[in-house]
């Protein structure tokens, strides 16, 4: 159990076009999703977290106007990148926190998407 | 601010070794302890998460967790060439929402 996917796994795209990604929960329902980034031997950097219905919560420094971020239902978050720019590529990785029990305190990773922004 | 903290490594343990893996936080409030494993160009997995004082072992993965010294620790026993990778060590509070460590790269060598 406690599986979470991300699609796309790769995207390569031109500068100024807009790129979402998509966060699923695929066993589980997901109270809150996380969005992180990642940089090459870099540590794990969290963006947002959202909870389902409402608005995200950006940390400080994250632009939301250019992270959207819609976490639409239990299984599913979006994370759009808006007119991304070479300095956006990065390793994206989204998390999950289940609903129940233990999967209440352990956040379950998506296998993350690596954005190429030329 | 909460801080966790973890020496980046590399750590360097032959074949068949114990590798220790060790974490410092600096919130006294914190509650739940995780170790994720991330192999290059992956994303972390979860090993194994402790709450309690005291060791908890899982097979040849053991936590430990002292409170009152405010670490945790990760022992490898039989360390074998594809435990290599990175650790990382998360730490959550009173919130839902955890503090990673940078990780500490870990190197068995044969």
């Known amino acids: 159990g406690a599986v979470v996917s991300q699609h796309p796994s790769w995207v390569i795209c031109k500068s100024g076009t807009s790129v979402k990604i998509e966060c699923r929960s695929l066993d589980f329902q997901a109270t809150t999703m996380f969005w992180y980034r990642q940089f090459p031997k870099q540590s794990l950097m969290l963006m947002a977290t959202s909870n389902e219905g409402s608005k995200a919560t950006y940390e400080q420094g994250v632009e939301k106007d250019k992270f959207l971020i819609n976490h639409a239902s239990l299984t599913l978050s979006t994370l759009t990148v808006t007119s991304a720019h070479p300095e956006d590529s990065s390793f994206y990785i989204c998390?999950?926190?289940?609903?129940?029990?233990?999967?209440?305190?352990?956040?379950?990773f998506g296998p993350g998407t690596r954005l190429l922004v030329l | 601010q909460k801080e966790v903290e973890q020496n980046s490594g590399p750590l360097s343990v032959p074949e068949g070794a114990i590798a220790s893996l060790n974490c410092t936080y600096s919130d006294r409030g914190s509650q739940s302890f995780f170790w994720y494993r991330q192999y290059s160009g992956k994303s972390p997995e979860l090993i194994m998460f402790i709450y309690s004082n005291g060791d908890k072992e899982d097979g040849r993965f053991t936590a430990q967790l002292n409170k009152a010294s405010q670490y945790v620790s990760l022992l490898i026993r039989d360390s074998q060439p594809s435990d290599s990778a990175t650790y990382l060590c998360?730490?959550?509070?009173?919130?839902?929402?955890?503090?990673f460590g940078r990780g500490t790269s870990l190197i068995v060598h044969p």
């Open positions: 998360a730490v959550r509070g009173g919130s839902y929402i955890p503090t």
């Open positions: 998390s999950a926190r289940g609903d129940r029990g233990s999967d209440q305190e352990t956040q379950y």
